[in-house]
């Protein structure tokens, strides 16, 4: 483990899988987001990574927690490891379910309230909430509860299951004896699901999946259920205010959330030789990505039925081959004269027509289902100091 402060990484140009946990790691006691946080996820996004959530919330409560973090396209783990979804802000219900795991939770049930007679027993209802022998106190679930009888509960395949009740984790052991992975979060909490299923064995599926090497996989996370995520990262960071046990399963401890520790770990993702301070969020997000391409680079958008952006993306050369980069998070809603004045702003140069104003030549294009957008390559202008390129003028 290493305390010391955290240095810019090296594989800044490579993409990686950046898996962060929210509730004391993202997201603040009372529910605060501190902008520099999204301002950081926003950049490290741009640079090419791919930053996926998990979390031990459910679906119900990851959703508005990812929309507040600008976090509307791409994965996320939720319940502990036992559902990943791919987050999609067209979609009507703005996700959908990559994989799910399923166990029958009918002995478990039966056990726990052997053990506990008064135990409170969740089950939950994928982007509902859930059904329960007895109501939990209020603020303890996402999303809605409905009592059902215990035989409901025992019904149907889960993926995940919220046990309640006084001293409830001494029995975490004897609970995970008929195979189930069972998580403590706290004396009185336990989350159960499917074998082998946490953060953890969800993330290396969509490793796997996303075609990203083992070397390029960064976490972050300050809870008990983050403990075998943090060991499955190349590079895994606990919070400063983590318990003992999950800064012992790190291989770094970053700051607490109070210092903004999870910020430091992400800036740490991006490469020193570019100074996005000074620049408006939509212009530093297009330096940071010209400057992380691994080629030539282009900024793609796309629109709804209306001006504004409905996605801005920047893809790259590599081998041969043109491939996203990554995304404009601030794009989507903006103008594409809006993109033309941040370009300016960045110290970045695009293709202009020759005579009167000289506006930007986008070009049509075709995202191969029957979607069109625009396009427009950028490069760096080596020949025009970024100050004086940020008078937001085109000549």
């Keep these: 483990m290493s305390t010391t402060p955290l240095k810019p990484q090296t594989f800044a140009r490579s993409s990686m899988l950046v898996a962060c946990d929210i509730d004391g790691?993202?997201?603040?006691?009372?529910?605060?987001?501190?902008?520099?946080?999204?301002?950081?996820?926003?950049l490290v996004r741009a640079a090419g990574h791919e930053v996926v959530l998990a979390t031990g919330r459910s679906?119900?409560?990851?959703?508005?927690?990812?929309?507040?973090?600008?976090?509307t396209e791409g994965f996320a783990v939720c319940s502990n490891g036992a559902m990943t979804v791919r987050?999609?802000?067209?979609?009507?219900?703005?996700?959908?379910?990559?994989?799910?795991?399923?166990?029958?939770?009918?002995?478990?049930?039966?056990?726990?309230?052997?053990?506990?007679?008064?135990?409170?027993?969740?089950?939950?209802?994928?982007?509902?909430?859930?059904?329960?022998?007895?109501?939990?106190?209020?603020g303890l679930l996402n999303g809605e509860q409905k009592q059902v009888p215990v035989a409901d509960l025992c019904a149907v395949p889960a993926t995940r299951v919220a046990l309640h009740g006084p001293g409830i984790a001494q029995h975490a052991k004897a609970l995970a004896e008929s195979g189930v992975t069972v998580t403590p979060a706290g004396?009185?909490?336990?989350?159960?699901?499917?074998?082998?299923?946490?953060?953890?064995?969800?993330?290396?599926?969509?490793?796997?999946?996303?075609?990203?090497?083992?070397d390029a996989t960064v976490a972050v996370g300050d809870g008990v259920n983050d403990i075998d995520m943090l060991a499955w990262a190349d590079r895994g960071v606990a919070m400063g205010?983590?318990?003992?046990?999950?800064r012992a399963a790190a291989r770094e401890i970053t700051g607490t959330i109070g210092q903004r520790g999870a910020v430091a770990v992400?800036?740490?993702?991006l490469p020193l030789n570019v100074e996005t301070a000074t620049l408006s969020?939509?212009?530093?997000?297009?330096?940071?990505?010209?400057?992380?391409?691994?080629g030539p680079t282009t900024l793609r958008v796309w629109h709804e039925h209306h001006s504004e952006i409905a996605r801005c993306d920047t893809w790259t050369l590599r081998?041969?081959?043109?491939?996203?980069?990554?995304?404009?998070?601030?794009?989507?809603?903006?103008?594409?004269?809006?993109?033309?004045?941040?370009?300016r702003e960045a110290g970045l140069e695009y293709p202009r027509g020759d005579i009167g104003r000289r506006r930007a030549h986008w070009r049509s294009v075709h995202d191969g289902r029957g979607r069109a957008g625009f396009e427009l390559p950028l490069h760096m202008r080596l020949d025009v100091p970024t100050s004086e390129a940020a008078d937001g003028v085109l000549h």
């Design 25 to 42: 790691t993202l997201l603040e006691r009372g529910g605060k987001i501190p902008a520099e946080t999204v301002t950081a996820l926003d």
């Design 59 to 71: 679906l119900v409560g990851l959703l508005p927690v990812a929309t507040r973090l600008g976090l």
């Design 87 to 138: 987050l999609e802000r067209g979609a009507a219900s703005g996700y959908a379910v990559h994989d799910a795991r399923h166990f029958d939770p009918s002995a478990l049930i039966s056990r726990v309230l052997g053990l506990v007679p008064g135990a409170h027993v969740g089950v939950e209802e994928i982007g509902w909430g859930w059904r329960v022998n007895a109501l939990f106190g209020r």
């Design 187 to 214: 004396a009185d909490w336990l989350d159960v699901t499917a074998p082998e299923t946490n953060k953890a064995s969800a993330l290396e599926r969509l490793r796997v999946h996303r075609n990203i090497r083992p």
């Design 241 to 246: 205010h983590a318990p003992e046990v999950v």
């Design 266 to 269: 992400l800036r740490s993702l």
């Design 281 to 294: 969020r939509l212009a530093g997000q297009l330096a940071m990505a010209v400057h992380t391409a691994s």
């Design 319 to 343: 081998d041969g081959v043109r491939e996203r980069h990554g995304p404009i998070p601030s794009g989507s809603g903006a103008t594409m004269r809006a993109l033309e004045l941040a370009a």
